[in-house]
């Protein structure tokens, strides 16, 4: 079964990749020869979809002036590291020529996620004075994907970068959900909610989003640059007393503040969410001689809650409980939380899958993962875990106690014991959460 489990890993990853639907965007997108055109990549999937769409201009657009790229990702999800000489690009374009491949000439930045950095400020910095000119001679083809919120940040002045870190810890430890975290973090940005959009106006933005949001509302992923904020300041104070979010008074004036309510210069296309996921997820399955059921596409539950009803579902699914027929793959995608309790290490996968274990203890021909599509899972080197019937005796063979260990919050040095911490390096895609029982 763990081999299994690992097409499946390979699958969905492999076809949820950016670059075709990058390029099939693009393709669709109607280039105007007069402008001049620049590249933006924001988020942890920037690296691949930045290539794609270059790569794109280099096939099909040498008649159109493209001048500067940028990319802004996570720290380690850089595949190459080069400044760009686009004066050769260009020049390579205008001439007709066959264009160098430029993958290691992207100007990029890494910046800090989940908690932005210094890193953050230079990065946002660089592309703010792009934005501001540009001109409506110009164009700006905007490649967005999740992680966005951290990775590309300028506070509101008056408020602090060790504010936003502050802010931003307490709301991802609180088990607030990430529309729930952007509602706030927008509200304190000068980029985002659609504030990056209006630096960038008079020229026009086509807008290319990977959505890692439940929903793929534009306003929350990455807490919505280009995207007008559908929240009210209302739901934002109750999200702060909900959570028992500690601000400074003086920062309560931008949570009340309006923010902007039309944006008119960007035209956006959604190229790839966790439905994409859990279909292919399916599909495979199904080629593999499993009948797939796709459960949920919109998970959004504390982490250990969820791994204990898969596992549940799963052992039902053992004992013919329920209308799922063996050999079934059955499918969950979206993002859960964690609220934090303990001092240990870990992420919501790695979380899920841990607590999915005791549900299937000693039940044969089962096993269930869950991953993140990016390949990172909270602040750790795994991409999510992976449980059997045979975890927890591994686990008391190591003297170590599931319950004590959820409790601290300490998944990933559990997994790793027993040899269930799911590990790709980062991927180049990012679209939400997968989690998957495997009933044979």
């Known amino acids: 079964m763990l081999e299994t489990a690992q097409k499946i890993i390979d699958f969905v990853i492999a076809e ?104 953050t400020i230079i990065a946002t910095e660089y592309c ?59 509200r304190l940005s000068s980029v985002k909610a659609g504030r990056f959009a209006q630096l960038v106006a008079p020229a026009k933005i086509f807008a290319i989003v990977l959505s890692d949001v439940l929903g793929d ?22 999200i702060l007393d909900k959570y028992g979010i500690k601000i400074k008074p003086q920062h309560l004036a931008y949570i009340s503040q309006a923010t902007p309510a039309n944006i008119t210069n960007v035209q956006t296309s959604i190229v790839g969410s966790v439905n994409t996921l859990c279909k292919a997820a399916a599909e495979i399955s199904q080629k593999m001689g499993y009948t797939p059921y796709i459960l949920t596409t919109s ?50 996968n790695q979380e899920l899958a841990l607590s999915a274990a005791k549900p299937i203890e000693n039940l044969p021909n089962t096993l269930i993962f869950s991953l993140g599509s990016d390949g990172t899972d909270g602040p750790t080197d795994a991409a999510g875990g992976i449980v059997t019937g045979e975890t927890i005796a591994k686990l008391a063979a190591a003297n170590l106690n599931i319950d004590k260990i959820l409790a601290n919050n300490d998944s990933y040095t559990a997994l790793k014991e027993v040899n269930g911490l799911i590990v790709t390096n980062p991927t180049g895609t990012n679209v939400n959460d997968l989690s998957v029982a495997i009933c044979g």
């Open 16 to 119: 949820n990749m950016p670059q075709s639907a990058v390029k099939k965007a693009l393709s669709d997108y109607h280039f105007d020869k007069s402008k001049t055109y620049h590249i933006m990549a924001i988020g942890k999937a920037a690296w691949t979809m930045a290539i794609a769409a270059v790569d794109f201009f280099c096939e099909n657009l040498q008649d159109i002036s493209l001048k500067i790229a940028v990319v802004v990702t996570k720290h380690g999800h850089t595949s190459a590291v080069a400044d760009a000489d686009w004066e050769q690009l260009q020049n390579a374009l205008k001439n007709g020529k066959n264009p160098p491949k430029i993958h290691q000439k992207v100007h990029h930045f890494e910046a800090g996620h989940p908690i932005s950095d210094d890193q």
């Open 299 to 348: 998970l959004d539950c504390e982490a250990a809650e969820a791994g204990r009803f898969l596992g549940k579902i799963a052992s039902d699914t053992h004992f013919s409980r329920n209308s799922f027929v063996k050999p079934c793959v059955i499918i969950a995608g979206g993002e859960t939380v964690v609220t934090i309790k303990g001092n240990g290490k870990g992420g919501r």
């Open 128 to 186: 703010i004075n792009l934005a501001e000119n540009l001109t409506e001679n110009d164009e700006l083809i905007f490649l967005l994907s999740g992680g966005g919120s951290a990775l590309f940040e300028k506070p509101l002045p008056g408020v602090s970068l060790a504010d936003i870190q502050d802010i931003s810890a307490q709301l991802l430890a609180s088990g607030a959900n990430i529309v729930e975290i952007n509602v706030i973090r927008k």
């Open 217 to 238: 509302r534009l306003d929350s992923i990455a807490s919505g640059p280009t995207a007008a904020d559908t929240a009210t300041t209302e739901q934002a104070l109750y």
